[in-house]
C-alpha cells in the first residue's frame, strides 16, 4: 500500500499508527516513492528541541522546481499548471501551461541571474495575484535564491521593515494593482519604502495597470524588455535540503514581524503530502486556493503543494464582492472548481448576502471544500454545507501556521466524519498533545488545554531570521523538549480537536478559563448578528470581564438595542452558561481585520481597556477606518 494517498478512515488509521511507530521510516518512505533528487539522503532526521534544531533529510541535494514542473513536462507539458483568473471578470482567464511555466520561470531565473541575484540572496515580491508572483517565486528557488514575498496590501512602512530585516537587494513590484473596482498605486508604496532600505540595489517593475509611476534612474527597471531577452533555458541551481527555501513574515505579538525561515526538502514532502490528502486530489481536478501568495496559504497551497502533485492550481487576482458577490461561484461554474478553499472571514461576508448569488450558478463539480485561518464557526459551518457544497462535498477545516509550513490537523474527505467547528484529527507524523498551565500533559479526552506538539514534521520553520533566541523563547521555552503552538484546543472523548483560539484569547473570569472562540460561535447563532469578536479588560471583582463587539446584518438595524443585548447575553448563557455573559456590548460597522482576514483582538483589547493612545501601525489593516468609529462610539 502506497502510503501517499490515504482513502478511507481505517486505512488513515493505519497509516497514522505507522507514523508514529517509526516516523523516520514513515517518511522515508514518502520521500523515497515520489520526489526526484539529485543526492539522497544520509539521514532523515536529526532534531533537539531544547536547542531547538531540527534537520530533515540532511546530505540530500535537490532543486522544488524539478519536483513542481519539470518532472511534470514528460507526462503533462500540456496540462494547465497555472489558471489566472483576473480581477476584471469580463477578461479572458490565461491558462499556462506546465511547458509554458516551465520556460517563463527560466526565463525569469536568468533576469535575476542577469540583475546580480545569487544563490542565498533575498529577493522581497510585493506583487499583486498575478502570474508573475507565482513565476517569480518559482524563479527564486530555480536558482536558489531566498524569496521573500510580502502582501501587496501592506503599508510601505511594513514592507521597509520586512526588506530591511532580512537585507533584501531587489525588490520585484509592478506598477498598481487591481482590487475589485480599485486600482492601488504599488510602485509609489516601494518608492516611499524604500527611502529607508539602503541595501536594495535593483527594482524590477512588471506593467499591470498602465499607471504613470516614476522610474528611479539605475535602480529601476521595468521587466518585460528584460524578460523578452532573456534565453529561456535555465539549469536548476542544486541546493541541500536544508538550505532556505524562504522567509515569510509573521506579525509578532509583541515587537516586530518574524521572519520564518522554511527549508527545502522537508517543506516540499510536506505540502505535497498533504495537499494530495486533504484535498483528494486526481489527475484532471481543477482546484482553487482564494488566499494570496503573500500568506503562507498561498505559498504551500497555491503553489508548492499543487504543483508538486502536476495539479491544475487557481491564481485569483479579485475579491469576493467584485463585480458583484456572486464572484467566487460564477468562477466555480466557468472552470469546474473542483476544491474550493477559502477564509471563514470570507464565508461568513458571502452569507450575510441575497441566496440570489449562489442559487444562478452551478456547483456541481465541487468536491471538497475547505476553510483556513481561524476556526469556523458553526452557522458558517453550516451555510457553507449546505448552499455551497449542497451537503455532498465535505468541509475540511484546516488548523496549522505560518511556522507549521503545511496542514497539521483536519479531516481527510469521505476518511474522517465531519463536526462543525473541529479540525478533527492529526495528520500523519503530527503528534499533538494538550498541556495544563502547570506544564502537567492532558492525556485524557474530554479535556481542554495548550496545544504543542511532541515530535518534529518536516515542514516545520526551522528558525527566525537573524533571530535564534527568539525562535527558541516564542515557541519551544513554555514546554519542555515541546513546540508550544500559541493556540488552545479541546479534545472531545473520541479524539477530535478543536481549536478554541489564541491562548491570549483565553479570558479567566472570576477564576473560569473563557475560551472566546465558543462565545463568538454562541453569538453568532442570533438571527440579526453578522460577526462578533470578545476580549477581556479589567474588572474589579471578576479580575476580567468580557466586552464583546458585535456586527449586525443589517447596518443600522432596526430594533431595540437593549433588547438585542439581552437576547445575545441569553443566547450565551443557555450555550455556555451564564459565568460567559458579556458586561459590556458594543454594536460596530465592522470589525478590524488583517488582510487575510484574521480580527485583530489585540486592537479590541486596548480599546476595550480604554488604552487607545498607542495602538500600534493599523495603516496594515484592511479597515483601518473601523478603528477609527469603533473608539468613537466606545462606552
Not at 533528487?37 to 532523515?44: A, C, E, G, P, Q
Request: net charge negative; proline share 5%.
Amino acid at each position: 500500500m502506497s502510503n501517499y494517498h490515504i482513502k478511507h478512515l481505517e486505512e488513515y488509521w493505519q497509516v497514522y499508527r505507522k507514523s508514529l511507530r517509526n516516523p523516520e521510516v514513515f517518511w522515508e518512505e514518502i520521500a523515497e516513492e515520489h520526489f526526484l533528487w539529485r543526492k539522497r539522503w544520509d539521514t532523515v532526521l536529526d532534531w533537539d528541541f531544547s536547542k531547538p534544531e531540527v534537520k530533515w533529510y540532511e546530505g540530500a541535494e535537490l532543486n522544488i522546481t524539478e519536483n513542481c514542473i519539470d518532472r511534470h513536462l514528460t507526462t503533462r507539458a500540456d496540462k494547465t499548471a497555472i489558471l489566472f483568473e483576473p480581477n476584471d471578470p469580463t477578461a479572458i482567464a490565461e491558462h499556462i501551461t506546465y511547458r509554458q511555466l516551465h520556460e517563463r520561470v527560466c526565463k525569469f531565473a536568468n533576469v535575476l541571474k542577469d540583475q546580480g541575484v545569487q544563490k542565498g540572496d533575498r529577493v522581497c515580491i510585493y506583487l499583486p495575484m498575478i502570474p508573475e508572483l507565482a513565476i517569480s517565486v518559482l524563479a527564486c528557488a530555480r536558482i536558489g535564491a531566498i524569496h521573500s514575498v510580502v502582501f501587496a496590501g501592506f503599508s510601505a512602512t511594513a514592507l521597509a521593515t520586512r526588506i530591511n530585516d532580512c537585507d533584501c537587494k531587489i525588490v520585484l513590484t509592478s506598477d498598481g494593482s487591481y482590487r475589485g473596482n480599485k486600482t492601488i498605486d504599488l510602485k509609489g508604496i516601494v518608492d516611499e519604502a524604500l527611502t529607508s532600505c539602503p541595501g536594495i540595489e535593483k527594482v524590477l517593475v512588471a506593467k499591470r495597470t498602465n499607471t504613470d509611476i516614476s522610474m528611479k534612474s539605475g535602480r529601476d527597471q521595468w521587466l518585460q524588455p528584460l524578460l523578452d531577452a532573456a534565453s529561456k533555458e535555465c539549469e536548476a541551481t542544486i541546493m541541500k535540503a536544508e538550505d532556505p527555501l524562504f522567509i515569510l513574515y509573521t506579525s509578532g505579538s509583541t515587537g516586530k514581524p518574524k521572519g520564518m525561515v522554511h527549508t527545502t526538502g522537508g517543506y516540499m514532502i510536506y505540502t505535497a503530502y498533504t495537499f494530495k490528502n486533504i484535498f483528494q486530489y486526481r489527475e484532471n481536478d481543477v482546484y482553487w486556493c482564494t488566499a494570496d501568495i503573500g500568506w503562507i496559504t498561498g505559498h504551500s497551497y497555491i503553489v508548492y503543494g499543487p504543483l508538486a502533485n502536476g495539479a491544475t492550481t487557481v491564481l485569483f487576482e479579485g475579491v469576493p464582492s467584485y463585480p458583484d458577490f456572486g464572484r467566487f461561484w460564477e468562477i466555480v461554474q466557468k472552470h469546474k472548481i473542483t476544491q474550493f478553499y477559502t477564509a471563514p472571514t470570507a464565508i461568513r461576508a458571502l452569507a450575510k448576502e441575497n441566496l440570489d448569488f449562489v442559487e444562478k450558478y452551478d456547483l456541481s463539480s465541487l468536491k471538497v471544500l475547505g476553510t483556513v485561518g481561524e476556526p469556523i464557526n458553526e452557522e458558517a459551518w453550516h451555510w457553507y454545507n449546505e448552499n455551497i457544497g449542497k451537503r455532498k462535498s465535505p468541509i475540511v477545516d484546516t488548523w496549522w501556521q505560518t511556522e507549521t509550513g503545511g496542514i497539521m490537523i483536519a479531516p481527510i474527505p469521505f476518511a474522517t466524519p465531519t463536526i462543525p467547528t473541529y479540525a478533527t484529527l492529526p495528520l500523519p507524523g503530527i503528534q499533538p498533545t494538550l498541556m495544563n498551565e502547570q506544564g502537567e500533559e492532558l492525556k485524557n479526552n474530554q479535556q481542554e488545554g495548550r496545544l504543542c506538539i511532541k515530535f518534529p514534521w518536516p515542514s516545520m520553520a526551522r528558525t527566525i531570521w537573524g533571530n535564534h533566541e527568539r525562535y527558541r523563547e516564542t515557541y519551544f521555552s513554555t514546554y519542555k523538549n515541546m513546540y508550544f503552538t500559541g493556540d488552545g484546543a479541546f479534545r472531545d472523548a473520541v479524539g477530535y480537536y478543536r481549536i478554541t483560539g489564541r491562548v491570549d484569547d483565553v479570558i479567566i473570569v472570576s477564576g473560569h478559563n473563557l475560551g472566546t472562540a465558543p462565545i463568538e460561535d454562541a453569538i453568532n447563532e442570533h438571527p440579526a448578528v453578522a460577526e462578533s469578536a470578545i476580549v477581556g479588560y479589567p474588572h474589579d471583582i471578576k479580575g476580567n470581564a468580557l466586552y464583546g463587539y458585535i456586527t449586525l446584518k443589517e447596518t443600522g438595524e432596526s430594533r431595540d438595542q437593549d433588547n438585542l443585548r439581552k437576547e445575545i447575553n441569553q443566547l450565551i448563557t443557555e450555550r455556555i452558561g451564564p459565568i460567559a455573559k458579556l458586561n459590556k456590548i458594543q454594536f460596530t460597522n465592522g470589525l478590524p481585520k488583517t488582510r487575510s482576514g484574521k480580527i485583530m483582538r489585540r486592537i479590541l483589547r486596548k480599546i476595550a481597556e480604554k488604552d487607545t493612545s498607542n495602538l500600534g501601525d493599523i495603516s496594515t489593516l484592511l479597515n483601518p477606518e473601523v478603528v477609527k468609529g469603533i473608539i468613537e462610539n466606545t462606552f
